[in-house]
């Protein structure tokens, strides 16, 4: 055993995050946390790295066992700090083991020791050497090469100071030294951020191949199906833990066959309360009506046989009131229907236009060129997936798509009859002080009692959720309020940036089996590889202000 975690609990004031929560991990597991933005998923993270005190409940590392953790945004070392000194700072445990085993060494050579100081020097030196080999100890320099060049930053000057850096390769830099530091349990809160397709694919083969154990908090579906031996859900409900064995794919798979389960019993259990009802009923009536007496007029024997049967009646009947009371308290929930986009969609106002026309649209910000000269045309039925580095101009490419930004010179041309659904990153649109239905009625027309439905059939919010304030939404779900107002909208053309991000894994791919049966053109822009390689369509990039278009 590597890292135990036992019934640990963790509250922020009122808010419970965690509750019982218990696992362990072992040389070789590769475990995938999932769950619901605002879970807990990185604070069960800093609890097992020791970041964070839990309320109760207790951490444990093996026998000397080392942890390393890598949060979202790692902190920086001290200024002027080079990428040689990151370097050797995070491998002085394995400078320390190796001096300890020529230590060790010596005194076995030494003439004339003990027989006891000699056995003890041979236990502690097989067991330091083993931890040594783990951890990659005997090829130390050549992995520094390799896990550099895997990264995508082999060509970082060793001797230059940290900060001088690009975001980017900062924290690929700091995720080299954790991986050069060759612990025996990682620790990772989203590692595959700010990687590239290459460096993502690396990263995949090198912890496929790690001796120790690997614990990563992701979304990213694709590294959870090469990496994870078994995926752990953090409960946003109960705030404990379910646990499946297997990849992404065998996760996503027993989720969708615990639905059909869902949904098996749900449907069983109405049937039963159906019939209890109908028998309450039927019954009740025949202890209104004991039937007709006896045609000899047997006083006696109408009594006690009458007796008799009303008693078995009302019996029966006490017995279905009791089992329906039983039911009816801690009844099975209604599963949420299946997510559709525009169920009502009609494709006949963009037949024979195109839907979309972009002519020599630029866009600067502060004399820094983001958008040059960009211009294509998209067809009724088109589907397209912008890609590109971070901070390139995707998501201000789209808002000019959507009129919430005026280009600097070109034109945006929508076909007559185009009805725009955009879903933005940033939920940019959300009042924080409204409700989360007053948020969602907003501009829409219809009925209070029918928007409640409407927005209660997905189980993306339950009953208790309509009257709480947007602003003391996590952002998964603030995601979902957008997601749900996307689909009200019944748009025949839509605009998703970064459509897969902040939503819980069962959420996600309703909406994307959702789009998947969305027939009208759809602008895409996404760096999740999972999402590109089963959208469909054509694929785009956007790099240095030009969109290079090909057909799909």
């Known amino acids: 055993m590597l890292l135990a975690v036992s019934n640990v609990e963790k509250a922020f004031g009122p808010l419970l995050v965690l509750s019982n929560v218990s696992f362990s991990l072992h040389a070789g597991d590769r475990a995938g946390m999932v769950g619901a933005n605002g879970a807990g998923k990185s604070t069960l993270l800093r609890i097992a790295a020791g970041d964070l005190p839990a309320d109760d409940g207790k951490v444990a590392l093996g026998p000397g066992a080392i942890a390393a953790y890598l949060p979202q945004q790692p902190p920086e070392p001290p200024p002027g700090t080079t990428l040689d000194e990151l370097l050797y700072d995070a491998v002085g445990g394995l400078r320390a083991m190796e001096h300890r085993l020529r230590e060790l060494e010596a005194t076995l050579a030494e003439p004339g020791a003990a027989p ?272 590109g580095p971070n901070g390139v101009g995707k998501s201000t490419l789209l808002d000019l798509l959507a009129g919430r930004q005026a280009p600097d010179a070109g034109q945006v041309r929508w076909a007559p009859g185009a009805r725009i659904g955009y879903l933005d990153q940033d939920a940019r649109d959300l009042d924080p002080a409204a409700t989360v239905l007053d948020a969602y009625r907003a501009g829409l027309t219809g009925y209070q009692d029918e928007l409640i439905r409407d927005l209660l059939r997905y189980g993306l919010f339950g009953i208790d959720d309509l009257r709480t304030p947007v602003g003391l939404l996590s952002t998964g779900e603030r995601r979902k309020l957008e997601l749900a107002r996307l689909v009200a909208t019944r748009a025949n053309l839509l605009l998703l940036d970064e459509p897969t991000n902040h939503l819980a894994f069962d959420i996600l791919q309703e909406f994307e089996r959702a789009l998947g049966g969305f027939a009208g053109p759809v602008i895409a822009v996404s760096h999740d590889r999972w999402f590109i390689e089963r959208f469909g369509g054509a694929v785009w990039s956007l790099e240095a202000g030009q969109l290079a278009t090909t057909p799909g």
């Open 116 to 387: 006891g100081s000699i056995a003890a020097a041979m236990d502690e030196y097989g067991e330091l050497q083993e931890r040594f080999d783990r951890r990659g100890g005997y090829d130390f320099d050549a992995r520094i090469d390799q896990v550099f060049a895997g990264l995508g930053i082999a060509h970082l000057p060793r001797g230059r100071a940290f900060e001088t850096f690009s975001g980017g390769e900062k924290v690929r830099a700091l995720l080299a030294s954790l991986l050069l530091c060759s612990p025996d349990v990682l620790l990772l809160d989203e590692p595959t951020n700010h990687l590239d397709a290459a460096a993502s694919g690396w990263l995949e083969g090198y912890l496929a191949g790690f001796r120790g154990a690997v614990l990563a908090v992701s979304h990213d579906r694709r590294f959870l199906d090469a990496v994870a031996t078994r995926i752990i859900e953090v409960d946003e409900h109960s705030h404990g833990l379910r646990e499946y064995a297997g990849n992404y794919q065998a996760y996503a798979t027993a989720r969708a066959a615990e639905r059909e389960r869902w949904a098996a019993d749900y449907a069983r259990q109405q049937d039963e309360i159906a019939e209890l009802r109908r028998a309450v009923r039927v019954e009740a009536r025949q202890l209104g009506n004991p039937g007709r007496a006896p045609r000899d007029n047997d006083k006696f024997a109408r009594h006690f046989f009458g007796g008799r049967q009303q008693a078995a009646i009302a019996r029966n009947v006490r017995s279905a009131e009791e089992r329906l009371r039983r039911i009816e308290a801690d009844p099975i929930p209604r599963p949420p229907e299946q997510l559709t986009i525009a169920p009502e969609f009609d494709v006949q106002p963009l037949e024979g236009h195109a839907a979309l026309r972009v002519e020599g649209v630029s866009k600067a910000y502060g004399g820094r060129m983001v958008l040059r000269d960009v211009s294509f045309e998209l067809g009724p039925r088109v589907r397209v997936v912008i890609t």
